[in-house]
T-cell receptor, first 111, second 114 residues
Framework: DVKVTQSSRYLVKRTGEKVFLECVQD?????MFWYRQDPGLGLRLIYF???????EKGDIPEGYSVSREKKERFSLILESASTNQTSMYLC??????????FGSGTRLTVV | GESVGLHLPTLSVQEGDNSIINCAYS??????FIWYKQESGKGPQFIID?????DKRQGQRVTVLLNKTVKHLSLQIAATQPGDSAVYFC?????????????FGSGTQLTVLP
């Protein structure tokens, strides 16, 4: 089975800190995605990548950046964390159009 | 913009009963629909999908129905079990050619009562 691993399950960071969320997939998938999940709002796409060093903005990219230096790894960066970025962050990868595999999520709290 | 939505945020059913989770979509160009299940503390997992040229597809204990006339999608779970308690998301695929292809709804929390 494809595995998508997010490095942290829970994180607590201070306002203004630079935060790195890491995601690794083990099946050589081309596409990787970062979503945030908030109650009542569902999954909202932050950024996605369709190849190494390639990225595209999703619906809510403000305050975030991403890095994909290797095919298996897709990092989400909060340049200066704010309390409104407290959320569940989900990473996903896919090869086929609908074969999304999600990680278990990182619950980030910014205080 | 157009989006996928759900009729109800929560649904409670008795163990053994059938569950029906509904989803409305607004983009008639969507060519593929998917249901995901998200258990507490886990990421969403694929359940079943259906192409827009179909109106029904069955899996193990689950059936997805697609009504393109009213742009409605439903997930039916037969003989609901405690392990079915989770948040269920529908998603639609827009044939944009982009790697970004799925738009997700906000989810319905299914609770199975003993």
């Amino acid at each position: 089975d494809v595995k998508v691993t997010q490095s942290s399950r829970y994180l607590v960071k201070r306002t203004g800190e630079k935060v790195f969320l890491e995601c690794v997939q083990d099946m050589d998938h081309e596409n990787m995605f970062w979503y945030r999940q908030d109650p009542g709002l569902g999954l909202r796409l932050i950024y996605f990548s369709y190849d190494v060093k390639m990225k595209e903005k999703g619906d809510i990219p403000e305050g975030y950046s991403v890095s994909r230096e290797k095919k298996e790894r897709f990092s989400l960066i909060l340049e200066s964390a704010s309390t409104n970025q407290t959320s569940m962050y989900l990473c996903a990868s896919s090869q086929s159009p609908v074969g999304y595999t999600f990680g278990s999520g990182t619950r980030l709290t910014v205080v | 913009g157009e989006s996928v939505g759900l009729h109800l945020p929560t649904l409670s059913v008795q163990e053994g009963d059938n569950s029906i989770i509904n989803c409305a979509y607004s983009n008639s160009a969507s060519d593929y629909f998917i249901w995901y299940k998200q258990e507490s503390g886990k990421g969403p997992q694929f359940i079943i999908d259906i192409r827009s040229n179909m109106d029904k597809r069955q899996g193990q204990r689950v059936t997805v129905l697609l009504n393109k006339t009213v742009k409605h999608l439903s997930l039916q779970i037969a003989a609901t079990q405690p392990g079915d308690s989770a948040v269920y998301f529908c998603a639609e695929r827009l044939p944009s050619g982009s790697a970004r292809q799925l738009t997700f709804g906000s989810g319905t929390q299914l609770t199975v009562l003993p």
